[in-house]
């Protein structure tokens, strides 16, 4: 019972990423940088890895772009947040299991947002061949002071009462 309630919780997760991910992609901000989103369906990953450990955050993360992609079929955009998505993952993991002493999950956010578009930034040089874009990083990484304190904020809030939630039987 114990795995099916677990089972069932990342499913929660992965569709409340993909829905978040979708009212996202909706909203227009009017930034310079082209792409800018608020990062809402980070969340997920975050409170995925809080509760359940790194894996199932690989997991939740992995679903929830692929499942955009094909939702939206916006198979372009697939290699961009999967990228990010990965990196950032990999990103909060290291800095909350290492460092999570120095660190709130404010702060393991921020690094998951900075990581974020790295690996979205390494992508588009990649897919573009072309290094210049790499000088949007400077902006993206303020930007991601930001949006990442608000998802980081969030999670903490929404993994504490998941927790209570978690722990009733």
Do not use: D, W
Request: proline letters at 2%; a positive charge; glycine letters at 8%.
């Amino acid at each position: 019972m114990k795995r099916l309630r677990k089972l069932i919780f990342l499913s929660l997760l992965v569709s409340l990423g993909l829905a978040l991910s979708i009212i996202e992609s909706m909203i227009p901000i009017p930034i310079l940088l082209p792409g800018m989103k608020l990062g809402l369906a980070n969340i997920v990953c975050l409170i995925s890895l809080v509760l359940f450990g790194y894996r199932e955050a690989f997991i939740v993360a992995t679903l929830r772009s692929l499942v955009f992609a094909l939702a939206t079929g916006s198979f372009s955009g697939l290699a961009y947040s999967l990228s990010g998505a990965l990196l950032s993952t990999l990103a909060m993991t290291i800095v909350f299991k290492y460092f999570s002493s120095y660190f709130s999950l404010i702060g393991v956010s921020i690094f998951g947002a900075i990581f974020h578009n790295a690996g979205q930034l390494l992508t588009a040089s990649l897919i573009m061949e072309n290094l210049k874009i790499f000088s949007y990083f400077p902006f993206m990484t303020l930007l991601s002071l930001f949006t990442g304190y608000f998802v980081g904020l969030g999670s903490t809030l929404t993994s504490k009462n998941m927790k209570k939630i978690m722990g009733e039987n």
